[in-house]
């Protein structure tokens, strides 16, 4: 998908329509979006992240990249942020949408 870097857009804080600039947010990491769900004993269990004792089988199954669900979702959600160019703030769309490619141009 292609974009323009400049679009005209209603800025909630200037409550008006004004030209934005277009920005794609850097992807954030599972440990910064979510601090507080670090290392739950329950969601890292059965992902081979645990730490203890005993390998619990996992020599016996085939490498992770080998599984059936392993890299299913081939495209990726694109996180936009607009920067109003009359007040310099910064305003986002509510959510992302997945494309294979995302180009400004
Ligand atoms: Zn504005």
Do not use: W
């Not at 323009?4 to 200037?14: A, E, G």
């Not at 004004?18 to 269990?45: F, G, I, W």
């Not at 390998?55 to 936009?80: A, F, H, Q, T």
């Not at 920067?83 to 490619?101: A, D, I, P, V, W």
């Amino acid at each position: 998908m292609k974009m323009p870097k400049v679009i005209n857009r209603h800025c909630p804080y200037c409550k008006k329509h004004t030209e934005h600039k277009v920005e794609v947010a850097k992807a954030k990491t599972r440990s910064s979006a979510r601090p507080l769900s670090r290392y739950s004993r329950s969601r890292t269990n059965g992902r081979g992240l645990t730490k203890g004792m005993g390998n619990k089988g996992k020599y016996s199954m085939p490498p992770i990249k080998k599984r059936k669900m392993m890299n299913k979702k081939m495209s990726k959600k694109v996180d936009l942020r607009f920067l109003c160019s009359n007040c310099k703030k910064m305003s986002q769309k509510t959510e992302g949408f997945r494309t294979k490619k995302f180009e400004l141009v």
